[in-house]
Structure formats: C-alpha cells, structure tokens
C-alpha cells in the first residue's frame, strides 16, 4: 500500500494511529540524534521523524534522503511538542517505523517553495517541478474548479456543451491563423480556430438554442506579456435574444463565479457607452476601483494666450487627491519624465498644486492667474491639497495618455485595492474601424457584429463618409481594468452580411469563398442571434488579482511563443515534409 492519508491529512485525533504516506522530501533537517523529513504532496506538508536512539539503520537512511526524492513511509501519529500554526498538520509528526526510497532526484534547479528562486524560463523549462510549488498548484485547481462552477451555471440556465472541430477553415478574429497542411489535398491547409464564431453561430441556425463550449483558441499574434497563442475562452450562443438578455445571463454567470469561487456578492453591473468610457477614462476598459474621471477644460483654458493650449484639440484634467503637499518638486518632475517616456509619448505636463495652506502653485501660473485656475478646480471638483494633472493634443491621444496617468497615479495612490471588484459592461461599440495604414475598415469586434438597429439604414446606405459613426450591438465585460470577455449580437441575414463584407473590402468572390457556408446557412430560417466570449485565462488572474495568465495555465508558451518544455516549434523530417507536400521548403 502506498498511502493511508495524504500529507495534509492528519490531526491531533489521529496520534497512535499507524499511517502509511507517500510524497516527495520538501526539505530535511540533521540534528544529530534526530533527523526531521517534510514530506510534501498536492494536499500539504506532514513532519516525519526519525530518532538515531529508537533506529539507528533508519536514521542514516533518512539522513541520505535529497530534496526531492520520492518516499514511502510507515510510522505512527505523535503529538507534537513544538507545534507549527502555519500548517494544518503542523500539531503532529510521523515517528517513522519504515521507510521505503521510489525514486531519487536530482537536485532541483530551483527552490520548490512558495516563493521560488526560479526564472521564468527555468520554470517553464521544469514545468513539472513548478506546478509542484503550492502557489501553482492552488492557481491550477481553482482554474479546475471554476471550470465546473461554469458548466454548472451554464447547465442550469439550459446550455448544451458542444464541441466544435479544430481542423477548420480561417476565422478572423483580427490576428493570423495558424496553418495545418493536409497530407490528403496536397497544398491545401487547415486553419486552426481563432474562436469557433462561425461554428457556434451554425449551431443557432441548427436550432440549439444555447450553446457553450469551454474551449482552446489558437491566434499567431506578436506576443505581448499577457498573452498566450494559445488560449481558453468561455464561448457562449443564444438564440432569440436582444442585447439584454445576453447582458443579464453573463451577470449572472459572473455573479456565480464570484460567489462560489471567492464567496463575493457582486451588485449590479454599470454599464458604459464606449463614447463614454473613452471620453471619462481615456480606455475602452477602464479600472473603476477608483474615480479620477476626465475633465474637459478647453472652454476655460483656451484663447488665454498659452499657445500650447491653444493650439491643442483638447486640453484634459484629472484631479489626483490630496498629493498637493507631499509630492515634491522632483516628485513632479518624475511625474512629467514618465508622461514624456516614448511609451506615453506626452509632450509634457500641466499641473495645478491646490495646496493646503490655500495657496496655489502651477507651471502655467504665468499665463492664468489664482482666480481662473480655481475655475479649473470648481469644474473638476477639486478641492485644496489636490493636483490637477492636465495633458493637451490631439484628442484621441491626449485621452489615451491621461488614461496610462490616470492608471499610474491609481497605482502610485495604492487606488487599486486587491480584492476589490469593479465589474462594468462597456456596450455601443462601434461596428468599423479606420485603419490608416491599409486604408480600409476593419471589422472593430468581427465581420459577424449586427449594427444597432437604428444604423442599419445608415449602413445600407454604403456612404463611406457615415460608416465610421455606425455602432454596433457589441458589448465588452471589464473587471478592474481588464477585458474579461466580449461579443455581439450578429447579423443574420444574407444581404447584410454580404453588405458588411463589402465594407470590410472583400470581393464577392472572397467572401463567397470563405463565408458561403455561413451566408449560406442564412437562408434556411436563421433565428436572430448572439453571444459572448470569457477569456478564461484571464478571468483565473483577474479573479485571484494577478496580472499574469501564465501562472494558471499548467503549460504556458514564452514571449516567443515557444513551448520551453518540450521545445516547440521545432523542425520535422524531410520525409514528413514530403508527406505534407511541402518539400519546397529549404532543407539543411
Ligand atoms: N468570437 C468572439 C471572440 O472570440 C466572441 C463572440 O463574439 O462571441 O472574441
């Protein structure tokens, strides 16, 4: 028998009992007469104890025992009298009676503690010794279990799990497909699914009604810290729904999760226009733990003879609290280093110090005087021992690089507080998006998205100089700042989406090739649908406040996307080469 308990397992009703445990040695200490082992497996740490007086033979064996090694033992239940309140089995230990070596191990290449030494590519080179450490392991079963508190949820609410294939044709969600030639049709490839949009949108058209699927999307995009090209989504379809009743079954999807998973009511969800959210936050996923919304200043600040506001689109203000006095001179001018770096790309900073003695203090006090800069206050709300941090420009930019300072000061200010959840659905997307450099619209949620109803005319209307106005019925979920998830209703008749095509520059031809099982399909009765997409991913880090998916993904790629394990991508035989038809490419 391996084991009669786990390492996380035993009590104080337990000393006398005779138990047997496997695990792996955590860490052993020699005291000379006593050797104490801490033996480790998914479940916690148990204390074993070997005593040179009781077993001699088993004592040195003990004392051999490396980190790492893999041992079975027998013993008994003792009290003991130095307890450890850290750990559950901290009030016994194991007076061993047998010991049996499984395995040896070498010296692991980094600390298997909750706190490791390791590099991030170490780690993901020995996967298998991190997702020993607890921090990984605790990250990997509350991805399990919130797996199942959603297919619970979903279940009850009436939703069918399918599966939809892999091996597919492209689906563009706005990245690059990764490609799968096929042995069998000779330069003829597959594309792996950068979301199963079309599928499940087919499966409403086949008439059931609700779907789900948690499942891997596959997208060969440059890849930025916090993403992974191969990732896991919460994929959602309804048939018959308007945009509420999406909104109100993903709310309460969330609520469920946050209750079961963290046992955190969540109340109801604001929701936001993304006019709103750009013009309030400078973000189309804005962090609501803290306030510090975006205050218009033009009409009070331009036509003063300060040229550089004058020349400026917008001139925009965000009030940090209470900083007047303790940010010093040299603490502004980090602040102004920081707007300026390549990253923001701010040209600089305005600012107004309210300071507690009454007294004013500004970098542009020689163009406005006290009066007028307490103008900017009243409309901004604030109040003395408060900054006022104006940025100016074109608008979009301007909005977007107060929104980095805006998120810099929440973060030097400690506003973004962990455990604290602001959920917000960010809706009124618009349906296009001008890309300068191609010179065409893109699809800004993809080419399946339903304009709002009351731009259809609009949009039928084909009249490029309106199209960038067109909104759509797309709706983001955004919990502290991050984009949870995000879909649309979609369009479901032929000529629309044909007509969307167009828009988006694809020839009749192209879409027919690509799209034509999906128009297709439109036209044998397509019931009005939509749906909605959870990074799942994401959802893990954002639920447990952490910034990075990689530590609850039990096999994450690096930043060049390789698998540092199993050392992926690599090359193939030339015999496999020449299976797949690809022979073409050079071999060496
Ligand atoms: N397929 C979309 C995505 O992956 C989600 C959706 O529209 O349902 O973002």
């Not at 193939?572 to 020449?578: A, F, G, I, K």
Request: proline share 4%.
């Amino acid at each position: 028998m391996y084991r009669s308990h786990h390492c996380g397992e035993l009590r104080i009703s337990d000393v006398e009992k005779e138990i047997t445990l496997s695990g792996w040695v955590q860490k052993s200490r020699d005291l000379g007469g006593m050797t104490f082992v801490d033996l480790r497996d998914r479940y916690g740490i148990t204390q074993l104890v070997f005593n040179m007086d009781d077993n001699e033979q088993l004592c040195s064996e003990a004392r051999k025992l490396g980190r790492e090694f893999v041992v079975n033992c027998s013993g008994i239940v003792r009290e003991r009298s130095n307890k450890n309140p850290n750990r559950d089995t901290g009030d016994i230990e194991i007076e061993v009676t047998s010991l049996n070596i499984l395995n040896a191990s070498q010296t692991p290449p980094f600390t298997i503690e909750n706190d490791t030494d390791g590099g991030d590519e170490l780690r993901m080179k020995y996967r298998y010794l991190d997702i020993r450490r607890k921090p990984i392991q605790e990250n990997l079963i509350f991805r399990s279990k919130l797996a199942l508190e959603t297919r619970k949820y979903l279940d009850g609410q009436g939703f069918i799990e399918i599966e939809t294939p892999f091996l597919i044709k492209s689906t563009p969600e706005g990245a690059r497909d990764f490609v799968v030639p096929s042995r069998l049709n000779p330069n003829e490839f597959y594309a792996l699914p950068q979301s199963p949009q079309t599928f499940k949108q087919i499966l409403m058209v086949a008439g059931m009604d609700k779907y789900f699927q948690i499942v891997k999307c596959f997208r060969d995009e440059d890849l930025r810290a916090d993403r992974q090209p191969e990732f896991t989504q919460i994929d959602c379809e309804m048939s018959f729904v308007t945009i509420e009743d999406i909104l109100q079954t993903f709310e309460g999807l969330t609520k469920h999760l946050f209750s079961s998973m963290k046992n955190i009511k969540l109340s109801e969800f604001p929701r936001m226009s993304y006019d709103d959210a750009l013009a309030l936050y400078g973000s189309d996923k804005p962090d609501l733990r803290f306030g510090m919304e975006f205050h218009e200043l033009g009409d009070l600040a331009q036509g003063k003879g300060f040229s550089v506001f004058d020349s400026a689109e917008s001139v925009i203000g965000i009030v940090a609290p209470g900083i007047a006095d303790s940010y010093s001179n040299k603490d502004m001018k980090k602040l102004t280093e920081w707007v300026q770096r390549p990253q923001i790309g701010a040209k600089g900073l305005v600012y107004v110090k309210l300071q507690e003695d009454g007294s004013i203090k500004s970098t542009v006090g020689k163009f406005f005087d006290d009066e007028a800069l307490r103008t900017w206050a009243e409309r901004m709300g604030a109040a003395k021992g408060d900054v006022i941090l104006i940025l100016c420009g074109e608008t979009e930019k301007t909005r977007k690089q107060l929104g980095e300072l805006r998120l810099e000061m929440g973060r030097n200010l400690g506003l973004m507080k962990d455990g604290d959840f602001k959920p917000l659905w960010v809706i009124d997307f618009p349906l296009l998006e001008w890309d300068e450099e191609t010179e065409r619209f893109h699809a800004m949620h993809h080419p399946f998205t339903s304009p709002k109803q009351e731009d259809m005319d609009k949009m039928l209307s084909g009249d490029h100089a309106t199209m960038k106005s067109l909104r759509a019925d797309a709706y983001d979920l955004v919990i502290n700042g991050s984009e949870i998830g995000g879909g649309s209703i979609r369009i479901h008749d032929r000529a629309l989406q044909s007509k969307n095509f167009d828009l988006l520059g694809f020839t009749k031809e192209e879409a027919e090739a690509q799209f034509g099982f999906l128009m297709g399909s439109f036209e044998y009765g397509a019931p009005p649908h939509g749906g909605i997409a959870f990074g799942f991913d994401r959802l893990n880090a954002v639920m447990n406040g952490q910034s990075s998916i990689r530590d609850f993904i039990a096999f994450p790629k690096n930043n060049q996307g390789r698998d540092m394990m199993i050392d992926a991508p690599s090359p193939v035989d030339n015999q496999q080469l020449d299976d797949l038809h690809l022979s073409m490419i050079p071999k060496d």
